[in-house]
């Protein structure tokens, strides 16, 4: 397919057994897929049954570069491998690489064949049909040209490929060679959890850590009628934050963190967030699951010395 109609789709579960089930030779080309993702997606993946080579990222100087580049990684794995290549395989090229992997040195005979090349250095990392998969960039063709013909190239000589294109390009060369036959990387589902808007004053239901917060603070006869859970600040800022935990008369805030907080674009949205509530005149307390898994009561503490603390400099 390489007009402008709708690609079949993949779910993200069954990029594994797709990447698995291609034969010798075969490719697989998924649009609306990066690197990362894919990545991310095969690692998750409990028995891919084959191993899988991501191309290092291209440069515009076109295939025998990209190839050259694909050889080195691939002697650099072999080297790492050795002594324990796979296969009973011992013809010139495989006794020629051995002396160099013994001797310390990647097996890289560069005045041999690259396709002899190739075929043995597969075999010696993994002869059971290594994967070479390589993102293409969509809006170079210049950039994109040596990447799709060093697939071809691999395809050619025998190896599983797959291309990755993170968004969908027009279909003009090198693209038009691609998109036949592509398919589109669905979107992972959410979880229920995540569409759902609790009801304010109350825990989320797919949190266990707010469920477990808020039964401990109405158990606690200082704390507990103090906080509604799930409310927005209405005088932080323009963003108008919910928060998980709400003191709004002691302008105490205590947001409970789950691992999506640690890194990424959320940490430093949370940074930002806490900003606007500091300087709109609110403490805020961050609990993350962990610990309230590992030790609910000193959480409570946590909470109960901010409250204390509040109340002493609101009393001064």
Same mark, same amino acid.
């Given at each position: 397919?390489?007009?402008?109609?709708?690609? &079949? *789709?993949?779910?993200? !579960?069954?990029?594994?057994? +797709?990447?698995? =089930? $291609? /034969?010798?030779?075969? #490719?697989?080309?998924?649009?609306?897929?990066?690197?990362?993702?894919?990545?991310?997606?095969?690692?998750?993946?409990?028995?891919?049954?084959?191993?899988?080579?991501?191309?290092?990222?291209?440069?515009?100087?076109?295939?025998?570069?990209?190839?050259?580049?694909?050889?080195?990684?691939?002697?650099?794995?072999?080297?790492?491998?050795?002594?324990?290549? &796979? *296969?009973?395989?011992? !013809?010139?090229?495989?006794? +020629?690489?051995? =002396? $160099? /992997?013994?001797?310390? #040195?990647?097996?890289?005979?560069?005045?041999?064949?690259?396709?002899?090349?190739?075929?043995?250095?597969?075999?010696?990392?993994?002869?059971?049909?290594?994967?070479?998969?390589?993102?293409?960039?969509?809006?170079?063709?210049?950039?994109?040209?040596?990447?799709?013909?060093?697939?071809?190239?691999?395809?050619?000589?025998?190896?599983?490929?797959?291309?990755?294109?993170?968004?969908?390009?027009?279909?003009?060369?090198?693209?038009? =060679? $691609?998109?036949?036959?592509? #398919?589109?990387?669905?979107?992972?589902?959410?979880?229920?959890?995540?569409?759902?808007?609790?009801?304010?004053?109350?825990?989320?239901?797919?949190?266990?850590?707010?469920?477990?917060?808020?039964?401990?603070?109405?158990?606690?006869?200082?704390?507990?009628?103090?906080?509604?859970?799930?409310?927005?600040?209405?005088?932080?800022?323009?963003?108008?934050?919910?928060?998980?935990?709400?003191?709004?008369?002691?302008?105490?805030?205590?947001? $409970?963190?789950?691992?999506?907080?640690?890194?990424?674009?959320?940490?430093?949205?949370?940074?930002?967030?806490?900003?606007?509530?500091?300087?709109?005149?609110?403490?805020?307390?961050?609990?993350?699951?962990?610990?309230?898994?590992?030790?609910?009561?000193?959480?409570?503490?946590?909470?109960?010395?901010?409250?204390?603390?509040?109340?002493?400099?609101?009393?001064?």
């Amino acid at each position: 397919m390489t007009g402008d109609g709708e690609l &079949p *789709g993949l779910a993200p !579960g069954d990029l594994g057994p +797709a990447v698995a =089930r $291609l /034969a010798p030779g075969r #490719r697989l080309v998924l649009v609306g897929a990066d690197r990362r993702g894919a990545s991310e997606l095969l690692w998750a993946e409990a028995d891919l049954g084959r191993s899988v080579l991501f191309l290092a990222p291209a440069d515009a100087r076109g295939a025998g570069a990209v190839v050259g580049r694909l050889l080195d990684d691939l002697g650099d794995l072999a080297l790492a491998r050795w002594p324990d290549w &796979p *296969g009973a395989e011992a !013809g010139p090229w495989r006794r +020629a690489a051995g =002396r $160099l /992997a013994a001797a310390g #040195r990647a097996p890289r005979l560069r005045r041999a064949d690259p396709g002899t090349e190739f075929a043995g250095l597969r075999g010696a990392v993994d002869p059971r049909g290594l994967a070479v998969v390589a993102e293409v960039d969509p809006a170079s063709a210049r950039r994109a040209r040596g990447t799709v013909e060093a697939l071809e190239w691999c395809a050619a000589r025998g190896a599983p490929t797959v291309a990755l294109l993170p968004h969908r390009p027009a279909p003009e060369p090198p693209y038009d =060679r $691609l998109l036949y036959g592509a #398919r589109a990387l669905l979107p992972a589902p959410e979880p229920a959890a995540e569409r759902f808007i609790a009801q304010p004053g109350t825990p989320h239901p797919g949190s266990e850590t707010e469920r477990r917060i808020r039964a401990a603070l109405d158990r606690d006869a200082e704390l507990g009628p103090l906080f509604a859970c799930n409310r927005l600040v209405t005088d932080a800022g323009l963003r108008r934050p919910r928060v998980d935990l709400l003191w709004a008369a002691g302008r105490v805030v205590v947001e $409970l963190d789950g691992p999506e907080h640690r890194a990424g674009p959320q940490y430093g949205d949370d940074r930002h967030r806490d900003y606007e509530l500091l300087v709109a005149g609110y403490y805020v307390l961050r609990i993350t699951n962990a610990q309230v898994a590992a030790d609910l009561p000193r959480e409570i503490e946590k909470i109960r010395a901010v409250v204390r603390f509040s109340r002493e400099r609101t009393t001064r």
